[in-house]
């Protein structure tokens, strides 16, 4: 089916925008070269969109790894709360809560209740006086075996 003669959306180079066009002539079945409606120059047929899907496939990809890479170190904010709730859940009830004091020594896996912060669970013993502690919002650096 011939499509010369019948309108078309086309980048018009003059108008610099999608206009209406007239299809002037076809080359193996593709419009080759169109006439704008508006100013009535005549130009070669751009599909701007399917060129623009053509030449997508490596910047998708890499807008795709980007949208991972972005969603990853979402995530890695954002499931906090669900590290939280999964080791409160998986919290053996014989563990005692200690009482958060900067004075006192932690070690890994120990069980914290902050006055503010709430439960935590120490993640890593960074130094002796410093560690990582995952709260139900985040993880915080907390001072340990500190004399105030
Ligand atoms: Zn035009």
Redesign the pocket.
């Known amino acids: 089916m011939s499509l010369v003669g019948k309108n078309i959306d086309a980048h ?4 610099k925008r999608l ?1 209406a066009h007239i299809v002037m002539y076809e080359v193996d079945g593709a419009v080759s070269r169109v006439k ?1 409606k ?4 005549e130009h070669r047929y751009k599909r701007e969109k399917p060129q623009i899907k053509r030449s997508d496939p490596a910047p998708r990809s890499r807008q795709e790894m980007r949208g991972k890479t972005a969603s990853a170190s979402r995530k890695a904010v954002n499931d906090v709360p669900v590290r939280w709730e999964l080791r409160q859940s998986e919290m053996n009830t014989e563990i005692p809560v200690k009482t958060y004091s900067i004075q006192d020594i932690f070690k890994l896996k120990d069980v914290i209740r902050h006055p503010v912060f709430g439960l935590g669970f120490v993640e890593r013993v960074i130094s002796e006086t410093r560690m990582d502690v995952l709260f139900k919002d985040a993880v915080k650096l907390m001072a340990m075996n500190t004399r105030p």
């Open positions: 018009c180079t003059k108008c206009l704008c508006t100013c009535g120059s």
